[in-house]
């Protein structure tokens, strides 16, 4: 995972400053608007590009789909991927909400419409926070046009504060990727599980660029990259009603990215996005270690996903790590139980690259040294199948008592 | 869930005394021999039929089946589903450990063939424990030949001791079936989600009967029975290397059960597998609460399992429940990520009864209510999806910090 790829690519990748509004073309604004209780507390934000772009967008799977969501899709279905702004706030998700819900979210694009002067379809929205409860939108519409009138360059990093639920820390990393066709740059911001009041958690992300790509290019690179970062990701299995991941492209830097470019704009939003996935389950709810599961040797990738994300999943694995217990029978267990033909005798397990199970037989020998690493804040668990070629990592994190406390605490 | 079944059905249930022993024809006795570390505590236990019994089994789905699963499922083919005896171990799971552990399995079976005069094959082996350890056969051997010296009528609650973990209870129960053709007796016992060292939740079930039933009769009825009861029920989602559940019918009644009598044979398995299932649950690692998720109005039975397990598998759920928070958004959110297609605006939920989302909106009136019922030590969660006449129900129990400090907990 190091940031900075040379080698015989065409291209490097450097990390630089900025968050979202690192690429050209982006201007932001972050303010207290009150949906958040707390005075002072950033709460809205909304992210315009100086003229047009391309719009790429992720929703979530769940049926139960937030108004946000629904008027988004449909936002990006009129313009076929293209707009000019997002308004996202935190502190209300804006879900179960019935026709209401669905005025309010609409209302959030036509105000921002209003202020930028373009169409509201042009306008993306996104919401976190409390399920079942409706947006005051007395407080959010004068927000709105604080925010508007305050748009600036630069502004990445409070926009990356604005979305936070209960995060303990903003997601935000950018980077430059080098070609031959001259610098672009890739931004991004997301937040995690986190919860106002207990409820759910839910993950948004956002990814800005000044290369100039077309909308189903830019498709193309977010769902690809999404499914080894975002979507390779669980803190505990659960999907949110609004689960958002959106990419705009300005154009700003004057790089064209079509299919020559497109492993230059592939990596650099997996690199972004990697960041940023792995910040989310670093941050997880009551999370304390990172789990990186590898599992290699699968007949098929889908397979090599599927006993990775079982593993990562399993809720008798994830206090094993929290406890550094190195427990090699619980993966083996969850290995087999996930739903995909494997031989056990021809599985090995490892803890931070200590073998720990082989040929159908333990090698107790090597706990010590895998339960001193097990104590270390990231944990690499590995799991070669001798089946076939493909490998997949999913991120996970510990189960703690935090965990608990957190989504059961009784409401206050 | 009344035990005493009369109505028009042309037989009775009624509960008696003795668990696995209530049936004649079936003897036990239960011993330590030191698998176990704590002194006298019981940890073998030998159940032998006086004659010959007809077996029924289903073991677990895991592909990483333990050396004793892989052992009894050999010995019912060549016997096609017919035994004199099971033995079971606690303590040591005999998981994950290569040929050896299939020699001890072996040799189990052998041992206990010897003292009762009968072929190998016609003894069932089953171990509960921690995994990846090897069966010290120097103490199980000698507590075998104990208890095979020992075997009496009426040693079911003994039986019921010597086969847990951790489990905070014993789990057995017995009826007596009446019917036209005079009264058998049906008997079981469980343990449920329990650990010896820190390791992983082992389902091992048992019923007994002194109807005579064909092989393939009883193993209908154990497969049809266990559908509603053993496998709709769920600790942690879990599922071991070691899972089985057997039945086996020794005939002493002299009431034959044929196709006419197969409804009252079901019926008592389901009232004995009920109890037991329940229990499991109810004794589930660090679970304070009964959670019954009930689910209707859906399209298919395979629906209202899909989207009821769910549920009932959700942290978010679990942790809301230990909380006591009437959290309907959570419920509605793992109702859609279930991958059944439904439609939101037309799911209901209740809590205790107490309706809390309908028609796509909330009632936030009636969340006090609920609330109150959450803090009982059995929630009812019904769903309904108002999608077709199918319904079922999924027993789980709540997440606790308990659960994470008994599976996290630093191992001494």
Redesign the interface.
């Known amino acids: 995972m190091a940031d900075v790829v040379a080698s015989t690519r065409p291209y490097t990748i450097a990390p630089v400053d900025g968050g979202i509004t690192a690429p050209r073309g982006f201007k932001s604004a972050a303010v207290h608007c009150g949906i958040k209780a707390k005075a002072g507390a950033l709460d809205l934000m909304v992210l315009a590009v100086d003229t047009f772009a391309s719009v790429a967008a992720i929703f979530t799977?769940?049926?139960?789909?937030a108004a946000p969501v629904l008027v988004s899709k449909r936002h990006l279905e009129i313009t076929h991927g293209t707009g000019c702004a997002i308004v996202v706030n935190s502190g209300c998700a804006n879900?179960?909400?019935?026709?209401e819900g669905m005025t309010h979210a609409r209302r959030m694009a036509e105000e921002v419409a209003l202020d930028l002067g373009c169409e509201p379809e042009r306008v993306l929205v996104a919401s976190t926070g409390?399920?079942?409860?409706h947006l005051k939108m007395d407080r959010l519409v004068p927000g709105i046009h604080r925010a508007c009138s305050n748009l600036a360059h630069g502004n990445g990093h409070d926009a990356a504060l604005a979305i936070m639920t209960t995060d303990p820390f903003p997601k935000e990393h950018a980077v430059t990727v080098t070609t031959a066709r001259g610098p672009f740059a890739i931004g991004g911001m997301a937040k995690g599980s986190g919860m106002i009041e207990?409820?759910?958690?839910t993950m948004l992300g956002f990814l800005t660029t000044d290369a100039q790509v077309a909308p189903a290019l830019l498709q193309r690179a977010l769902v690809e990259s999404a499914r080894d970062t975002f979507n390779a990701i669980t803190v505990?299995?659960?999907?949110?009603?609004n689960d958002s991941l959106y990419a705009m492209a300005s154009g700003n830097s004057g790089v064209v990215v079509d299919d020559a470019l497109y492993p230059a704009l592939l990596e650099g939003f997996l690199t972004v996005s990697r960041q940023l996935a792995i910040g989310i389950v670093r941050g997880g709810e009551g999370a304390t270690k990172l789990i990186a599961v590898t599992v290699h040797g699968a007949r098929t990738l889908d397979d090599a996903r599927q006993v990775a994300r079982t593993i990562a999943n399993?809720?008798?694995v994830k206090?094993?790590v929290?406890?550094?217990?190195p427990?090699?029978?619980?993966i083996?267990?969850?290995?087999?139980?996930s739903g995909v033909?494997?031989?056990?005798n021809r599985v090995a397990v490892r803890i931070g690259g200590v073998l720990l199970?082989e040929?159908?037989?333990?090698h107790?020998e090597a706990a010590p040294q895998a339960?001193a690493i097990l104590k270390h804040d990231t944990v690499d668990i590995d799991l070669s199948l001798g089946a076939g070629e493909a490998a997949a990592t999913i991120w996970g994190c510990?189960?703690?008592?935090e965990?608990?406390?957190i989504?059961?605490?009784?409401?206050t």
């Open positions: 799977t769940n049926l139960a789909k879900a179960c909400t019935g026709d409390v399920i079942g409860v207990p409820n759910m958690a505990d299995g659960e999907c949110s009603t399993s809720p008798l206090t094993a929290h406890g550094a217990d427990n090699w029978g619980r083996v267990c969850a290995a087999g139980r033909a494997l031989d056990i199970f040929n159908g037989l333990p107790d339960e510990d189960l703690s008592a965990y608990v406390r989504n059961g605490e009784y409401r």
